[in-house]
Nanobody, 116 residues
Framework: QVQLVESGGGLVQAGGSLRLSCAAS????????MSWHRQAPGKQRELVALITSSGPTRYADSVKGRFTISRDNANNTLHLQMNSLKPDDTAVYYC??????????WGQGTQVTVSS
């Protein structure tokens, strides 16, 4: 059974930091492109950061220089370090695993709220 379980969300003041984690099971984690997405109320889900199976990363322009995505293949865990948080970062954050074009999985999401 495939499971992606996010944790680490919460309420933080603007300028603060949070570290999200995504624990994966039931998938060949090290072979997948892993990513974080977010969805704010009334908006479409958007890609925040991606890390390929070999390590290269990509970030949305809005988070470059503030967020860092990383992966721990030994422990099947994905992280997102979020610094200098802004109210516009408020959203539900989702973990995604893209193992193949068919094997594409989502977590249940974790709420991040940044107060001004």
């Amino acid at each position: 059974q495939v499971q992606l379980v996010e944790s680490g969300g919460g309420l933080v003041q603007a300028g603060g930091s949070l570290r999200l984690s995504c624990a994966a099971s039931g998938i060949s984690f090290r072979f997948g492109a892993m990513s974080w997405h977010r969805q704010a109320p009334g908006k479409q889900r958007e890609l925040v950061a991606l890390i390929t199976s070999s390590g290269p990363t990509r970030y949305a322009d809005s988070v470059k220089g503030r967020f860092t995505i990383s992966r721990d293949n030994a422990n099947n865990t994905l992280h997102l370090q979020m610094n200098s948080l802004k109210p516009d970062d408020t959203a539900v954050y989702y973990c995604n695993a893209a193992i193949t074009t068919i094997q594409n999985y989502w977590g249940q999401g974790t709420q991040v709220t940044v107060s001004s």
